[in-house]
C-alpha cells in the first residue's frame, strides 16, 4: 500500500522503546496517529513530541491489550484507521519450570491473542475503505526459537504464522488489505533489549544487533512494498532464520551455544535470584 499523508496509523506499545521510533517514523511520513499502551502519562508525552516534531494529529488512548472490553474501546476510540502496527509486547527470559500460570497466559494474551483480536476488529472499515495494512511486530525468535523464551517464542511464531496465514486469505479474496510481519533480532537504542542490558549487564557484542532506526524503516518497507516477513538483524541470525526449517539439528546446535542463548540465560538466573531474594525477604 502506497503511505500518503493524512492516513491514519494505529500503533500499539507506543509509550516507549521501538513503538515510538515506528510512531515518529510514520508521523515523519505525514501519517496521523492514535497510540496506544497502558502509560497515560508515558503516552501523552510521546505524543506532545511528535505533533511538535511532525506537526501531525496524535491521539493516545490509555489500553490494556490483554483486556478484551479495552480493546474493543480503543478500536471504537481511534475510528477509521489505515495501518495498524501490532507493536506491544513483553518478553520475560526465565525458565520454564518456574514460570507462573498467570505469567505465561499474560504473554500470550498481549503478544498474540491482541494482535489478532485488534486486526479483527479493524478489517472490516479496513475492508469497507478499501485500503489497509496490518504489521505484526513479531522477532527472529517467532522464526528460530530461542530458549529460556518458550512463551515469548510460541506466540512470536503465532504471529508469524497468523500474518502469512491472512495475507492468503487476503490474496485469495481479492481484498484490498495486506499484512506483514516485521521480525527485529536485538535492537539497539531503546527497547526491551537496551532494557536487558541496563539492567543485568548483558552484553551486546556478538548478537547481530541492529540500530533502532532501522524498525521505523523496516516497516514503512513492509507496508509500501507488501513484503511478508522483513527481518531487522544482521551477521548469524537472520542465516539462522533462513535454514532452520531445513536444517533443525544444526541450527538448534549453533543457538543454544549462541550468544543469545548465553545472554537469555544469564538474565533468567539472575531473575531468579531476585525472586529468590524477595520470596526470603
Ligand atoms: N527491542 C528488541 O530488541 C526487540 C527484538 C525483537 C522483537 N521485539 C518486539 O518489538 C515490540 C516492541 O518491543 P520493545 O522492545 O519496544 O519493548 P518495550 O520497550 O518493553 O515496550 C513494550 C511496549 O508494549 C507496551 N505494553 C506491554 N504490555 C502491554 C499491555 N498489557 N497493554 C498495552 N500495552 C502494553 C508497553 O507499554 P505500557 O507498559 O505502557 O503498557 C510498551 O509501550 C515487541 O512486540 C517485541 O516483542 C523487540
Keep these: 500500500m502506497e503511505i500518503e499523508k493524512g492516513q491514519v496509523a494505529l500503533v500499539t506499545g507506543a509509550s516507549r522503546g521501538l513503538g515510538v521510533e515506528i510512531a515518529r517514523q510514520l508521523a515523519q511520513r505525514g501519517l496521523d496517529l492514535v497510540l496506544a499502551a497502558r502509560s497515560a502519562a508515558a503516552l501523552d508525552a510521546v505524543a506532545a513530541d ?20 479495552a480493546l474493543e ?13 501490532n507493536n506491544a509486547g513483553i518478553e520475560g527470559a526465565q525458565a520454564y ?62 504471529l508469524v504464522g497468523f500474518t502469512r496465514a491472512l495475507r492468503m486469505t487476503a490474496q485469495a479474496s481479492g481484498w484490498p488489505v495486506s499484512a506483514s510481519a516485521v521480525c527485529p533480532g536485538f535492537i539497539d537504542g531503546a527497547g526491551m533489549f537496551e532494557a536487558l542490558k541496563q ?13 533502532l532506526d532501522q524498525i521505523g524503516q523496516a516497516v514503512v518497507d513492509a507496508i509500501e512494498q507488501d513484503l511478508p ?28 551455544g549462541s550468544p543469545a542463548a548465553a545472554m537469555f ?4 538466573a539472575a531473575r531468579r535470584a531476585v525472586a529468590e531474594r524477595n520470596h526470603a525477604g
Excluded: W
Design 50 to 69: 511528535l505533533r511538535a516534531a511532525s506537526g501531525r494529529q496524535v491521539r493516545t488512548v490509555a489500553t490494556d491489550l490483554a483486556d478484551l472490553g
Design 73 to 85: 474501546a480503543l478500536a471504537e476510540a481511534a475510528g477509521p484507521i489505515d495501518i495498524l502496527v
Design 97 to 158: 519450570d518456574e514460570r507462573s500460570a498467570a505469567e505465561i497466559a499474560q504473554t500470550i494474551a498481549v503478544n498474540l491473542t491482541g494482535p489478532m483480536l485488534l486486526t479483527r476488529m479493524v478489517l472490516p472499515g479496513m475492508l469497507t475503505r478499501g485500503r489497509g495494512h496490518i504489521v505484526n511486530i513479531a522477532s527472529v525468535a517467532g522464526l528460530v526459537a530461542v530458549p529460556f523464551n518458550e512463551p515469548y517464542s510460541a506466540t512470536k511464531f503465532g
Design 199 to 211: 539492567e543485568f549487564g548483558v552484553p551486546a557484542e556478538g548478537m547481530g544487533s541492529a540500530p
Design 229 to 256: 516477513d522483513v527481518i531487522v538483524a544482521q551477521g548469524d541470525l537472520r542465516q539462522a532464520a533462513a535454514i532452520s526449517i531445513l536444517q533443525p539439528l544444526a541450527v538448534e546446535a549453533a543457538s543454544v
Design 265 to 268: 540465560q544469564a538474565v533468567a
